[in-house]
């Protein structure tokens, strides 16, 4: 990726990684790859918001390059630790050792137990601001969305909002700006960041935008830290976050299960034609064999959750237990649930999955539902009205 002028003398300078296809190890699967974004506000003053993935930092120098020597930036604002934006920031000091870094406490305490070194760094705080020449930078400390460092920089002269992962996609396009791509594959991966990533953080988040928007700034331009920048309509995704942060939902239920040889199968799509008869719109996934990250994405907006397992060793089966390990972790609120599966004997895998959504605080819509060995025409019957039932409870 070239340099690209986002807007006069400020240069998006970051990189696209076109292969990645797994983050945060593993957790996250990223089938559209990424990109690292940086900017370069050239000012009388030059100012580096952010830096790439340590691998790409040869990419980032050249891109600064094609602008200016390395050496003549002057501050490099640090708004987030994580090693996919701060990997390249030894290089870039080691290019330009008297720049001088901006970021949060965390910040500076988390950048030296990444890097072990003592750079010129000032700790900054929401309302501090940084004057460039004809621009001041201000900053906004964002703690916990999503690490305790992480911080937004604004630029009121500009209307130009960083705010670093917040707003952000893993999708890796020639392309730079939400006008010039596909508008379903964009906001497609903004939802999955988000619920990956956000959703457990939603309470945060909901009074971050309400603080920011009480600020009365003007936002004309939101300039992530992964994916494109939001040009043509920045409060597209901010009025999307405001609805995920409230975990809104719609009349939709997602089924999960695994099953040994078909039987919780079976019951998995009764439920799913119960509910699908009721008007409920549904989406069916055998865990392992799809993607949880999707799965999670599909999540956000469904207001039920129907999860089943059979019976192994009396225990549910691995490949939901790590699934529901993930789901717990989402912390959704506003939802129902309800878990089904078949046994041969003793049972335990439904009670161990009303344990885990008990644990994620998740309402029960009604009893569970379990089938000995291989459902019959009845239980089948009673597995569909299991899906009508759960219906009522979402809607
Ligand atoms: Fe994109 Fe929290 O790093």
Redesign the pocket.
Known sequence: MKPLEIKKGIYSVGVIDWNVRNFHGHTYTTKRGSTYNAYLIVDEKIALIDTVYGPFAGELIENIRAILPVEKIDYVIAN?V?T??SGALPSIMKLAPKAKVFGTQKCKEGLYKHYFENWDFQVVKTCDTLKLGKRTLSFVEAPMI??PDSMFTYCAEESLLMPN?AF?QHYATSERFDDEVDQCALMDEAAKYYANILWPLSSLISKKIEDVLKMKIKIDMIAP??GIVWRKDPMKIVNAYVTWAKNQTTKKAVIAYETMWGSTEKMAKAIARGLSDSGVSVKLYRIPDSDTTEVIKDMLDAKGFIIGSSTHDNDMLNNIAGFLEAFKGMKPKNRSAAAFGSYGWSGGAVKEIEEVIKAAGVEFAQPSISVKYVPDESELKACYEFGVEFAKKIV
């Open positions: 987030h994580e996919d934006h999503h690490w992962d952000g830290s992964h």
